[in-house]
């Protein structure tokens, strides 16, 4: 039988089509693996399954002498050199499926509570001073009839965009390549250049993959652009972000207000981020329910299944 090496303790309800069939090893008393444990039991195994935060580097792609497939907890896979992978001989494969619902749920209820405000009002309302409960103090952004700025109209960009339309917003993107005709109108969408997304969008939610071209492609030159009311939403990869710009164009009021589920150094968040109003924060939640995570194994899983006996279509990105 293959052997599994999971670094994360996921639920059984999410493994049990491996059951019978592979010998699979993961944490039972504790969250995860460290790597030096990783590194010690990993000779042994022929499929790693790394997730999102635990990063496979090449000390532990060498050590793995008897690897075949690393198969991503996630959909993002900057956390696996995948070019070193790929030298080496190894599949890797990603989450896709399973994490485009939730991420655009999630990237869509951030954008309605920054600019609506909900976290601040919640926050100030548990505190002494309160907030004001005047006609206009305090007053948040309007969400119907704005324009939202998509920054990577993939499939989570795509299901964002589903939803903001249904919500009553304009849409415009920008991505790599304009997408088919058929689909721009399936989302009354209009593609645009970078500057000018950012230029005109209320809302701009960055929705790309993280790739070496794409590491701080929203800095303080971009945030210059944007509208002084403008949001912007991260669901994507914190590394794409220039934060300490970031912190900068919000303590300056450059834009009106962010929403952040990914951070550039996590799990630490920048402390200045922590001290403003005006930026909504999340622990990388966007995929954080219990079936959304039972799903994202039952994928994972079905890419192990598929890699070895064909019975699946696989999601490889090498």
Known sequence: MKKVLIAY?????????????????????????TKQEVMEMIPDYEVFVPNFSFYTDKEIIDRGGKLELISNYGVGFNNIDVDYATHKGIAVTNIPNSTREPTAEFAFALLMAAGRRIGYYDRKLRTPEGVSWGVYAGGGLPVYGKRLGIIGMGRIGQSLARRAVAGGMEIIYHNRSRLDPMTEEQY???????????????????????TPETFHMIGEKQFQLMKPTAVFI?????????????????????????ALDVYENEPHIHPELLA??????????????????IS???????????FYEGSYNISRVN
Do not use: C
């Open 276 to 293: 403003l109003d005006n930026v909504l924060l999340a622990p990388h939640a966007g995929t954080k329910t219990m079936e959304d995570r």
């Open 9 to 33: 303790r996921l639920k059984e309800e999410g493994l049990r089509e491996l059951e019978g069939k592979y010998v699979v090893t993961l944490p039972r008393e504790k969250s995860y693996f």
């Open 296 to 306: 994202m194994s039952v994928e994972m899983v079905q890419n192990i299944i598929g």
């Open 234 to 258: 991260n669901t994507a990869r914190g590394n794409m972000v220039d934060e300490k710009a970031l912190v900068q164009a919000l303590k300056e009021e450059t834009i009106w207000a962010a």
């Open 188 to 210: 009354n969408a209009r593609y645009v250049s970078l500057d000018e997304l950012l230029q005109t969008a209320d809302y701009i939610s960055l929705n790309a993959p993280s």
